[in-house]
């Protein structure tokens, strides 16, 4: 997993700077060669067959790009500064930073009609569906007599409704509040991420 992770906004001057080190098919061929491993501006010139001072230049594109680092130094016999490339283990996303607005609210109000279109679809088949939303006959009546106390006492218990098959609206509207929440934990979210960056 990525160490580090960049987010690049096209045509700023870190996304310029990899772009141009990676421009050349030598600055991928330098990138591949060090995905095998840490190496020495003389292991790469060797490995790749490339003068010293092409190798060097590459080297200083992908270093400036931030793409591979100085993993360490070592000296030579002689007492000379030789170090040790590296790739950077960052993940780079190149993505606008400023999100269009008209497109944010144009997502968000579709989805707030798909949320209305369902809840009035709901609504509208709810008394097609059979009983009453919500609710489970339990046993049948035996006589006609308990069946008027049941109705009333119903009529009691539920504001005056009777469970006479047609659906209580609380269910479409719980829908609706339902989605309605989904929306606002979702816009919610679009503004942690807007205000992370």
Not at 33 to 58: F, V
Not at 138 to 154: F, G, I, K, S
């Amino acid at each position: 997993m990525a160490d580090d992770v960049v987010l690049l906004e096209p045509g700023d001057q870190r996304a310029q700077k990899i772009a141009k080190a990676m421009a050349s098919q030598t600055g991928g061929d330098i990138l591949h060669l060090l995905g095998d491993g840490p190496k020495s501006l003389t292991d790469i010139a060797d490995h790749l067959k490339l003068p010293m001072n092409t190798a060097k230049y590459h080297l200083e594109n992908l270093l400036d790009a931030g793409l591979i680092s100085v993993a360490e130094t070592k000296y030579s016999v002689k007492g000379r500064e030789v170090k040790i490339y590296s790739l950077t283990n960052q993940l780079l996303i190149v993505a606008p930073r400023h999100s269009n607005v008209r497109s944010l609210l144009l997502k968000y109000a579709s989805l707030f009609g798909i949320v209305v279109v369902a809840t009035l679809g709901l609504a509208f088949l709810a008394p097609f569906l059979g009983g009453p939303v919500g609710m489970t006959a339990t046993a049948p009546m035996p006589m006609q007599a308990d069946r008027e106390m049941n109705v009333m006492a119903a009529k009691a218990a539920y504001g005056g409704e009777a469970l006479s098959g047609s659906p209580s609206p609380d269910f479409a509207i719980a829908f609706f509040l339902g989605g309605l929440l989904v929306i606002l934990v979702l816009l919610g979210y679009e503004a942690y991420l807007w205000k992370k960056r």
